[in-house]
């Protein structure tokens, strides 16, 4: 491999000899010689960006604009009119709203934290050397990730079913349970369930971007550690968290966007019900959208949604550090 | 001899927390198989043994109807292959688009080289509830509603952030001296990307492309929404349309959510060879 | 030994054959009732919530039937689900492109599709339909909005019940008429020690629409004259009654709050519960489990009301919503509504036919079930409609129903709650 053939000890990037003369000029020495131009950097970004502009920046802000209008599909006769902040000051003075809100952060840290969690577990377990199996495991333990959403719900559904499901069947038999339990009809247990059916979709994402993270940490690192005498904890405190920490951040907000937008599961499950014991507001957006068609306020939802989110992820780069130049 | 028995007790450590570790992974493997071991009982049995009393672990009646009756819909096959052509574009345009941006990210620093990250992903924020719509009509102007390429850009555009962020992450990783080295030996910034970093982060660059992959052909509201005739139509879709109104047909979901493991098994397959060669590469690196 | 030996599409041909199987024939290939005024050609698109296998088999038959009469014309038809097929429509209607020529309507959205401009006046082609003798005016009346009519019928629900004829008998019990009765039998056929309820109430997603009957069975209004007339007092005591059936009688399956139809309905197939309401539709699974002799179970029309009998029949309807190939989507639209047509689809899918003619036809007057089917439809009734019905219903009386049930709102409370919503969704302002 090239880099092999490096040397070891090379300069830093400020030295650059300007070599590169007497070259034919096809397109690629073309980029080549453009890629050592200033502008390199924010010609690698156009592409990027315009795809962004072109696609998310528009829609973005019609969804700012619509939410401070007051608009329902269904009266289309009577157009827009704008109306502040009023969708936000109803939202904030309805009760439900608030019930909304707590499902929602319980559904999202509790989703996020235990997958996180043992998704770390798994990928520390699979980071073993010479494991065996390991290969093979590796590609098992993501299954249920790639299982469509649809299937995902319905098959759940079917294990946790109060008169189909196999999962109460083994309870019973095993003596946990004396009959058979309705865990979405109760609303003690049905938000506890369908976090377990996100952990088992969700787990697998954790365990394949913590994996790939662990395994790109130099094994220099831990064999230095050991000749000094350093204990396990010790250089998993010491290297394999801090070396790891931009795979989790990364891993974590996407994880927790995930979280936030997607009712797909709750759809299939429990539609929100029983009550509101599980209606989050990516449902609640969906809904008021369309169901109600009242679009003004379900912009405003999302907007909603919007601000939590950024507020999230500020607070959580700032406080991992994973922004700051190293 | 004080140096031996540290010896031994490393030597029982390891031993140790090799046992656990497969312990945890045996786990965690009954916890990720078993549903999907029922969802392939559920497969090959006849719906009245599924919807009984009398629970039926091993199959009484096994039968491949589901599968039949799945292969004979109409469009199944079309839909298979659009979703297999929508994902690898997505895979490939994400991977090159946002290659490009993180390693602008990753290397350079930049006047609001911070903002723009924080930008790409404040923007994925926004619930696609709400885009659906002004997305609908900007791929109407631009004449890619209802085709397979819109579907394919609109995912780069909302898994390009996520990849984005992923790949700087990697990239960060591979040490900046190596790159340095490659250009004084008369590398271009371009030809080190490509020759030095790439196939360094190789691994993280396998394990973003299977994000991005699952992401796409797993994706159902854009996929219904944004098209409009059976031709355009994924695989998602024909899953989500076997929900009838007034039956589930258990069975045919099993058979459907089976058969949809098998592309992306595939693709795993040679993703997990990229994998295997980047540690390779690290290992005669080390 | 597998429990069932009759398949649900074996059944279908077995009663749908049951009388004249020459008529099969006839249907194959009809002849156009009434030279077509204009020239039907072109390409047309239709979007339908079809899904089951015997679904699709009769929308396939129909599309053939059609070609047979309008060789010139091609019919691409696109399966929109149930439960998206709102989300599309509005995208397509405001999106301004990809909206189909002609479409299904379900009954319920009738108002909501009109409100957003999605679907066409059809009112003067009906006038000179030669077909329209064979439709009573109150087919009409969930497709009319301010006098115009939006829908030409095809199929339709009619609403009843189902009861375990063997545990009644066991426990000595008659078939229940009234509210009263229901409730009696319901808690004396539960017996929990055998896993027994006596009503597989549904209280999840879709049990809304029950909630309203009962509402209504208790002599309370929805709506007069375009405004909201809950009457608290009756509601209260409707939404008392029904939930009481499980806060009280624990006549229902714990897992209420959860069940919607698909639970219900494996409830009733596997001898969970003793009685089911739900309508037509379900008749062919229903039959598949627990057979058709008439032994383990028998439909029923819904008991009646202190106030009145609510058993509302829902027409399915086929509407135009783009008028460039306009013609064509009414030789379509027609062709659903007609005789042969109709008796197909019942014959591939057990959905009652709307057209009176077919309603006459032996098939359907030598099977038990049907004929209830038509009794029940004598003294139908039709939701009421609005604007924002169906928002109302699922986003405010589901919800607070299931509280109800929970115990986590008295019953004066949730009216006070529908009573609320209401008047949101009136406005347009329901979130």
Redesign the interface.
């Given at each position: 491999?090239?880099?092999?053939a490096?040397?070891p000890d090379?300069?830093?990037?400020q030295t650059?000899?300007a070599?590169?003369k007497g070259r034919s000029l096809n397109p690629l020495t073309w980029?080549?010689?453009?890629?050592?131009s200033r502008y390199?950097?924010?010609l690698?970004?156009l592409?990027?960006?315009l795809?962004?502009v072109?696609?998310?920046?528009?829609?973005?802000f019609?969804?700012v604009y619509?939410s401070f209008q007051?608009f329902?599909?269904?009266?289309?006769g009577?157009g827009m009119k704008f109306v502040g902040l009023q969708q936000y000051t109803?939202?904030f003075a309805?009760d439900d709203f608030w019930v909304i809100i707590k499902n929602t952060f319980v559904w999202v840290f509790g989703g996020a934290f235990s997958q996180f969690f043992?998704g770390l577990?798994?990928a520390?377990?699979?980071n073993?050397k010479?494991?065996k199996g390991g290969?093979l495991?590796?590609?098992?333990?993501?299954?249920?990730?790639?299982?469509?959403?649809?299937?995902?719900g319905?098959?759940?559904a079917?294990?946790l079913?109060?008169?189909?499901g196999?999962i109460n069947?083994i309870l019973v038999k095993l003596g946990i349970l004396t009959s058979y339990r309705?865990w979405?009809?109760?609303?003690a247990t049905?938000m506890p369930a369908v976090l377990l059916v996100d952990m088992?979709r969700g787990?697998?994402?954790f365990t394949?971007?913590l994996?790939?993270?662990l395994?790109?940490?130099?094994?220099?690192l831990y064999e230095a550690a050991e000749v000094d005498?350093a204990s396990?904890w010790a250089k998993f405190r010491a290297i394999t968290i801090p070396?790891l920490t931009?795979?989790i951040v990364?891993a974590v907000?996407?994880r927790v966007?995930g979280l936030?937008?997607s009712p797909?599961l709750m759809?299939v499950l429990?539609?929100?019900?029983?009550?509101?014991a599980t209606?989050t507001l990516?449902l609640?957006?969906?809904?008021?959208?369309?169901?109600?068609?009242?679009?003004g306020?379900?912009?405003a939802?999302?907007v909603i949604?919007?601000l939590i989110?950024?507020v999230f992820?500020?607070l959580y780069?700032k406080f991992s550090g994973v922004?700051k130049?190293t | 001899m004080a140096f031996q028995n540290f010896r031994n007790s490393q030597k029982a450590m390891r031993r140790l927390y090799d046992a656990i570790a497969y312990v945890i992974v045996a786990c965690m493997l009954v916890f990720a198989l078993g549903p999907l071991v029922w969802t392939a009982l559920t497969s090959i049995k006849p719906e009245s043994d599924i919807v009984t009393n009398e629970m039926q672990y091993i199959p009484a009646h096994p039968t491949a109807e589901h599968y039949i009756k799945l292969w004979n819909r109409s469009g199944v096959t079309t839909m298979f292959r659009n979703s297999a052509f929508t994902t690898t574009l997505t895979v490939v345009l994400c991977l090159l688009v946002g290659t490009f941006a993180a390693y602008s990210i990753s290397r350079y620093r930049f006047r609001g080289r911070g903002g723009i990250l924080t930008f790409y992903l404040t923007i994925r924020m926004f619930p696609a509830v709400l885009m659906l719509l002004p997305l609908y009509i900007m791929l109407r102007n631009i004449g890619l509603l209802d085709s397979l390429l819109g579907l394919a850009l609109t995912y780069t555009t909302f898994s390009m952030p996520v990849s984005l962020l992923m790949l700087k992450g990697f990239f960060d990783a591979v040490p900046a001296d190596l790159e340095d080295a490659a250009r004084i030996d008369g590398c271009t910034r371009l030809g080190a990307l490509f020759r030095v970093v790439m196939p360094l982060a190789r691994s993280g660059i396998a394990a973003t492309a299977v994000l991005i992959a699952v992401g796409a052909w797993n994706e159902f509201l854009f996929a219904l929404m944004l098209t409009n005739s059976e031709s355009s139509r994924t695989w998602p879709v024909v899953l989500q349309l076997m929900v009838g109104e007034f039956q589930l047909p258990w069975g045919l979901i099993a058979a459907g959510g089976m058969i949809s493991i098998v592309p992306i098994i595939i693709f795993f397959a040679f993703a997990q060879k990229a994998l295997v060669r980047g540690l390779m590469v690290g290992a005669v690196k080390g | 030994m597998r429990k069932i030996a009759i398949t649900r599409r074996q059944f279908i041909k077995g009663t749908a054959l049951a009388g004249a199987s020459a008529a099969l024939a006839a249907c194959a290939t009809p002849a156009p009732t009434a030279a077509p005024a204009k020239k039907v050609s072109g390409k047309l698109t239709y979007w339908h919530h079809y899904t089951s296998e015997s679904e699709m088999a009769g929308l396939a038959e129909g599309e053939k039937m059609f070609k047979a009469k309008y060789p010139e014309a091609t019919v691409e038809s696109l399966t929109v689900p149930n439960a998206d097929f709102m989300a599309k429509f509005t995208l397509a209607v405001q999106g301004g492109s990809g909206k189909p020529d002609t479409t299904m309507i379900s009954a319920d959205r009738v108002p909501d599709m009109v409100g957003m401009g999605g679907i066409q006046d059809l009112t003067e082609r009906l006038k000179s339909w030669d077909q329209r003798k064979n439709y009573p005016d109150k087919y009409f009346d969930a497709a009319t909005v301010n006098g115009k009519i939006y829908g030409v019928p095809s199929f339709m629900f009619v609403d009843w019940m189902y009861y375990r004829k063997d545990w009644f008998d066991e426990k000595g019990l008659k078939a229940p008429t009234t509210f009263d009765e229901m409730f009696d039998a319901a808690v004396k056929l539960t017996d929990p020690a055998k896993g027994r309820f006596g009503f597989g109430m549904r209280g999840g997603a879709g049990g809304q629409g029950m909630v309203v009957q009962v509402i209504r069975a208790f002599g309370s209004p929805i709506v007069k004259d375009g405004k909201a007339a809950l009457d608290i007092a009756k509601t209260t005591e409707a939404l008392k009654w029904y939930t009481e059936l499980h806060t009280k009688a624990k006549a229902v399956p714990p897992s209420v709050t959860n069940d919607s139809f698909r639970q219900i309905l494996e409830a009733f197939q596997t001898g969970k519960t003793g009685m089911l309401w739900h309508h037509t539709g379900s008749l062919a699974d229903v039959v598949q489990f627990l057979g058709k002799d008439g032994t383990k179970f028998l439909s029923l029309p819904r008991p009646k009301g202190p106030a009145a009998q609510i058993a509302d029949w829902s027409p399915s309807y086929n509407g135009i919503v783009d008028k460039k190939n306009e013609d064509a989507g009414w030789a379509w639209l027609t062709h659903w509504a007609d005789k042969d047509t109709q008796i197909m689809l019942m014959e591939k899918t057990g959905y009652v036919p709307s057209n009176q003619e077919a309603a006459k036809d032996e098939r359907i007057t030598k099977n038990p079930y049907y004929t209830a089917a038509f009794k029940a439809l004598e003294s139908g009734t039709i939701a009421p409609q609005f604007p924002g019905q169906p928002g109302w219903q699922s986003s405010v009386v589901l919800p607070t129903f299931q509280r109800i049930l929970l115990g986590e709102l008295t019953p004066a409370a949730g009216a006070t709650a529908l009573a609320k919503g209401l008047e949101d969704a009136i406005a347009g302002k329901l979130k």
């Open positions: 491999m090239l880099q092999n490096l040397p090379s300069q830093s990037s650059l000899p070599v590169r980029l080549g010689e453009l890629s050592e390199w950097a924010y690698l970004l592409p990027s960006l795809l962004v072109a696609v998310i920046v528009y829609p973005v019609y969804g619509l007051q329902n599909l269904l009266r289309a009577l109803e939202l309805d043992l577990v798994v520390l377990a699979l073993r010479n494991l290969p495991a590796r590609v098992l333990l993501l299954l249920p990730w790639v299982i469509p959403s649809v299937v995902a319905h098959m759940w079917l294990l079913d109060s008169r189909l196999v069947d309705a979405f009809a109760d609303p049905a088992w787990t697998p994402f394949l971007l994996y790939a993270g395994q790109s940490i130099p094994e220099e005498g396990g070396m931009p795979v990364a907000i996407l966007i936030v937008n797909d759809i429990t539609n929100g019900g029983p009550g509101l209606f990516s609640y957006a969906f809904q008021i959208a369309y169901e109600n068609f009242n679009f306020a379900a912009a939802v999302s949604m919007l989110l950024m992820t500020t780069l922004t130049n | - | -």
